[in-house]
């Protein structure tokens, strides 16, 4: 009985969670901003680790990169179209 | 020779000259048009693999090293080697992997795998994760573990496998990061299946609170946890509170016994002024009392916390750091007090050459001076 109590309460909240958020999301912007890109990177990519050289990787890996870090660091995503933009034309 | 006649002859020339000189300029043209219809094909196709819908990308971390310990002969090690496979359809689906090699006492390679989940980018202040994931409670296992990451060469007392800091789940998660009153957020959800509690036969004892990430729920019962961080009043100062609760059970070679109360409650913070990297975290995990076992009827506490400090000496490549931490279990004899001092040698910010000094002290069970010298060179690629 627990085991179903806890997983319909995991289900419910992650729904109305999602249905709470598609509001914002209608409004949000799809494209990078390389300025916003270039703060977003400087405040977040030092959090954990040293910084790592935008010259490190291509365009493709640091789409895959940052979208793990977006996963780790808990950033959003036009934060993270942000950095990748910053990042694409900084490599 | 009469003079019109020499005139005649240069025009001929000319004209032959001028005649030639157009046929080559046709062929050339075409020529030269053919192959920039060539190239052009070739800068679409090339452009066409540019951005394709499914990006794969191999990432990870290894490490050698050294250790010469007070109560143990020195030796060379293969630490790790820890390959990241990133599988990632448009920006909707990610799979995260890695995998984790180690050669032990025998020359016997082991392999194990440290995460792997299918994540889906639900919008943009929620991802969903599925598989089996870094415990998300605190902050060493999920965000610090890997050696080109972490400033010292071992985990801090109590933060390694089975101690006081849950390593891995399976389960489910959601995780992302919002505005939140002028700041930022992040937060961490789960339900997993949670660990259980080993058993020591031979010293009649719960040796441990494993927390591999196990693949199937014995007692069937689930544990819900999360992390919560908030940034004060930006991301130099973020601050974390983990909390976890559900049920383990007690497991006696292949037999479980009813699962008991089991709970975890966690702080950690990070803080980088100027050249500083000063972080520190405290985990705490216990388990209730079950008045029908058959085994132990007592609870048990698992706890450790840790402070460090680091500092970049900038422009060189060499950072300093120090860090001390405190282990307690249950069993006075797994119980430790550590300090480190370490000098770190940053060749590039992925690569990094470690010289440590750990003390070792175990008041509770009356030992002290176990102590380790530790080299380690560790890349992350």
Redesign the interface.
Known sequence: M??KK??L??LL??VM??AG??S??AE?ETVGDFTRGAKAWS??C????????PK?LR???W???T??M??????????VRDIIAFLQQSN | MNTQYFRFSVLACALGLASISSTYAATDIEKLQAEVDELKQKVEQAAEWKKPKTLIHLAGFADVGYTDADNSPSTFNLGTFAPIFHYQFSDLVMLEGELEFEINATGATSVSIDYLTVDIFVNDYMAFVGGKFLSPLGQFRQNLHPSWINKVASAPAGFGHDQAAPNAEVGIMLRGGFPLGGNSANYAIYVGNGPFLEWDAADGEVHAIETPGIGTDVDGKKVVGGRFGYYIPDTTFEFGLSYASGKASLKDGSTYEEGRDYDVTGVDFTYRPGNFDIRGEFIKQEYGTLATSTYDTAGGIWEAWYVQAAYKFLPSKWEAVVRYGEYDTPHASQDVEQWVAGVNYLFASNVIGKVNYEFNDNPNAGQTANDRVLLQLAYGF
């Not at chain 1, 977006?70 to 036009?78: K, N, S, W």
């Open positions: 627990l085991i806890t997983t309460t995991a909240s992650s969670f999602t958020m598609s914002v999301v949000q405040q977040n030092i959090r954990c680790h040293n910084v790592r050289d490190e365009d493709d890996q789409i895959t990169t979208f793990h977006r996963i780790r660091a808990g950033l959003t995503g036009q934060e």
